[in-house]
């Protein structure tokens, strides 16, 4: 047993999370937000990706501007981009979905930041639940005798500073984000 064969699935949690912070406004609209959008659209009787039901691009630095591919669909598009939870409320015209970014003020900037919080402290959470599966598997490795008491005791060791090493990274990620956000 190596603790670093679990290094792919500490690996996800951090990969995850980095993800999840592209997807914060910071000051400005960014096309990438909603192209990276791993949401499903209700069409033609089955669910499709947002992305093959759509044309993006921006009017200005504050607006986005998507037009379907098919009209019929886009009160579907809209209901998905809303409930993305992006912390932006998209506008049906009829022809195209406009959404406005809207400006940030000290207020939002706090709220995303909570946003934020939440979101590494859930992430930490995966950590943790990730060392349990871990030291479960070490703790049946040793009541199977696969192990030595010397052995299960090195591999936890090894285990805490690998838990001590995502968490500072995850910390370390939203830190920067956090600092990003709150500049003016």
């Known amino acids: 047993m190596n603790i670093e064969s679990y290094k792919k699935d500490f690996n996800n949690i951090l990969e995850y999370f980095n993800k999840w912070l592209q997807k914060l406004q910071t000051w400005k609209a960014s096309l990438w937000v909603i192209e990276e959008l791993d949401v499903y659209v209700p069409s033609y009787g089955q669910t499709q990706k947002l992305q093959w039901l759509w044309n993006i691009s921006m ?47 000290e207020e939002r900037r706090k709220d995303i930041v909570k946003l934020l919080k939440k979101e590494l402290e859930e992430s930490k959470i995966k950590v943790r639940n990730l060392r349990h599966e871990i030291l479960k598997e070490i703790k049946n490795k040793f009541d199977e005798k696969e192990l030595s008491e010397d052995e299960k005791k090195w591999l936890e060791k090894q285990l805490d500073e690998k838990v001590k090493e995502y968490n500072k990274k995850l910390e370390e990620m939203a830190k920067e984000k956090e600092w990003n956000i709150m500049k003016i």
Request: hydrophobic share 45%.
């Open 59 to 105: 009017m200005d630095p504050q607006t986005i501007k998507i037009e379907s591919w098919d009209k019929s669909v886009l009160w579907n598009i809209e209901k998905a981009i809303y409930d993305a939870d992006l912390w932006f409320t998209p506008i049906n015209q009829g022809e195209r979905i406009m959404i406005k970014i809207p400006p940030m003020t």
